[in-house]
């Protein structure tokens, strides 16, 4: 993610199970997260077992396993392209959210399954600062899914769209 940084680019996992310990953060524009093929939820055997590609947290309780966020700041402008796609979230009921986005706009988010968050599959966000308007607009979201309630303690669902920051909002996105 870090040498994408300067120009944008696409960061593709190829087949496997990739176990990350503290959130992937994405604050530049154009950077496409590509996975090798999602999964979905199923009701027999394991979850996750068709998967080619597979976020695995093993981080702290109720953290952030991915975010694309633009960064705060009175002269700071909002993120846009990239997002991701083909990539299964495997929360391990340890994770409160698995995919967060604040203050992005046109980015895809398409063929993604979130397995067992503590609380959100997607949390869509704004920042309480930017230098021109903070909302996240004109995201795609397409073919996500999310398991949720297999264990106790488990809150949200599949997408929360928060506006609490004054003059913000999640709006003109494509669900």
Known sequence: INALTANGGTLW????TYKIISTLTVTESNILLLGSGGDSSHDVGAQGAK???????AGPSSGTMVKFESPAGAFN??????????????????????LQIVSWSNAIFEDLHFSN??????????????????DIQYCRFSRCSSRHGETTGQTGGLLRLDSSNAGANPSLNYF
């Open 13 to 16: 996992f190829l087949p496997g």
């Open 51 to 57: 998967a080619a590609t597979e976020l695995l947290w």
């Open 77 to 98: 402008q909002k993120k846009y392209g990239g997002g991701a796609k083909g990539i299964y979230f495997g929360a391990n009921n340890l994770a409160g959210i698995c």
């Open 117 to 134: 968050p503590k609380n959100w599959g997607i949390d869509v966000d704004c920042n309480a600062s930017l230098g021109e308007a903070r």
